[in-house]
């Protein structure tokens, strides 16, 4: 009876290990590098877009290594939103060192295990992502929502005379009034975010790019509709996969439209991560009741295959710690202006359809401190549909078509900004990033090559 009982009793004690610790299959699964996920009772993945707090009750980075998780650091009081660096040697992560602190970034050296805190902010501070060069970006709390930061891992003469002495070492790269929150770091240098779309006003979560400086923002696809997309990650592929929630879907370079992935049917938590293998690394539950397991994927497989669970704990923002190919670095073009150009090349085209009359006139209106829109005055446009103005820089703008009696033909959906020393332009209105321009020179420049000036602070029409 004692050897059953102690027997009966090794059992509870594993049964009990299981149901607060999780279990894990086979580690091989995933290849030999070591994989970082957050751990938290509570999830909510889009409640930073609204100005809250993703993880209510508090997270818990884990490093997997050869199926055991284990604490990634100690002695803080909630750590999440792990990024490692191109070379396999740091991570960037946010933190709480105490529960009433709020989230900073910090970094952590795998090789000697020391920590060092790399954002000083007396507000709140997530998402971390490494750029190429010495730089990282992330989400800064402003207010009731988040903007975008770009800030210098290390200081030092060399790097003011590598990016220029006007170069400040921690800068905004968004201005809205709404949240932008990062993504991701593309291949080709570019910032993926996400936002509310419309841009800077509406309700349903999207993807957007910028260049690291700030400048370039835009929709990635203009296929909008109601279905919530976020989480967005790229993959060796180049494609970038994320999550509608109920299922996954892609933007890949072929297509103007997103492509939908034929996975499992599952609740995905976004922020795929490609193996070695080529097995997807991804969150997914069951449903909406349950917790969020680190599962694998083989693409085309009718099958999730659990990695590693926990039954009171989500488990998400999975990454590998390995090396990995470096994006390219970005060489910003700005200049040191304080007001920024654009150029149309034809805002009669628009993927909203054909306009019912002629533009004669574009609006240029800004947000003021309280969100609301104010006009910043008028610019003609040409027969070509073709304008050229110089706008505020740094600010939310949006762009009004008006008729020859100027009422209102057709107005952006949303709002964007200009840097400081932008020259931009566009195709058309709404156009689309994946259309090219036409290989003729607009009216407007045959006209004058001075823009027209439609800063407030500068006069104005």
Request: proline fraction near 5%; aromatic fraction near 8%.
């Amino acid at each position: 009876m004692r050897v059953s009982f102690r027997m009966l009793l090794a059992a509870g004690c594993c049964a009990l290990t299981s149901l607060t610790c999780g279990f894990a299959t086979d580690p091989s699964q995933a290849g030999s590098a070591d994989i970082i996920v957050t751990a938290a009772t509570s999830y909510e993945p889009l409640a930073a877009l609204h100005g809250g707090e993703r993880f209510p009750a508090g997270s818990q980075l884990l490093v997997i290594h050869n199926g055991a998780a284990a604490p990634l650091v100690r002695d803080f009081a909630a750590t999440a939103d792990a990024s490692v660096s191109f070379d396999g040697k740091s991570v960037l992560f946010s933190a709480k060192k105490n529960t009433a602190d709020p989230w900073q970034i910090w970094e952590l050296n795998l090789f000697d295990r020391s920590v060092r805190q790399v954002i000083h902010s007396d507000s709140d501070a997530i998402r971390p992502f490494y750029l190429p060069g010495w730089r990282l970006v992330y989400a800064r709390r402003a207010g009731s929502h988040f903007q975008m930061y770009s800030a210098r891992l290390i200081e030092s003469k060399t790097l003011d005379e590598i990016e220029g002495k006007g170069v400040q070492p921690v800068f905004p790269i968004s201005f809205l009034n709404f949240s932008a929150i990062p993504s991701d770091v593309l291949a080709d240098g570019r910032i993926l975010f996400e936002s509310l779309y419309p841009l800077g006003e509406g309700n349903a979560p999207e993807l957007f790019r910028v260049y690291s400086d700030g400048s370039g923002v835009e929709s990635y696809r203009c296929d909008h509709s109601t279905a919530a997309r976020w989480g967005g990650r790229q993959i060796r592929s180049g494609d970038v996969v994320f999550t509608h929630g109920s299922s996954l879907s892609r933007f890949t370079s072929r297509l103007a439209a997103e492509e939908r992935v034929t996975a499992p049917a599952a609740e995905y938590a976004g922020g795929v991560t490609e193996t070695a293998s080529g097995d997807w690394l991804l969150s997914a539950r069951g449903s909406r009741q349950g917790k969020f397991q680190l599962k694998l994927w083989k693409p085309g497989a009718s099958a999730l295959r659990v990695m590693l669970a926990r039954h009171t704990e989500n488990l998400v923002e999975p990454v590998l710690v390995a090396p990995r190919e470096r994006p390219r670095r970005h060489p910003s073009a700005l200049h040191d202006w304080s007001y920024a150009n654009l150029l149309a090349l034809d805002a009669r085209i628009s993927r909203d359809g054909a306009m019912q009359s002629t533009p004669a006139s574009v609006r240029l209106e800004a947000q003021d401190a309280s969100g609301r829109a104010v006009s910043l005055g008028t610019a003609p446009v040409e027969s070509d549909g073709s304008f050229f103005v110089e706008t505020p820089a740094d600010r939310a703008i949006r762009f009004v078509l008006l008729d020859a009696k100027g009422e209102v033909i057709r107005m952006e959906h949303g709002w964007f900004w200009i840097r400081r020393g932008e020259q931009r332009y566009c195709v058309g209105c709404h156009a689309g990033p994946e259309h090219a321009p036409e290989n003729r020179v607009p009216e407007v420049l045959t006209r004058s090559a001075t823009p027209v000036d439609l800063t407030s602070a500068r006069g104005g029409n």
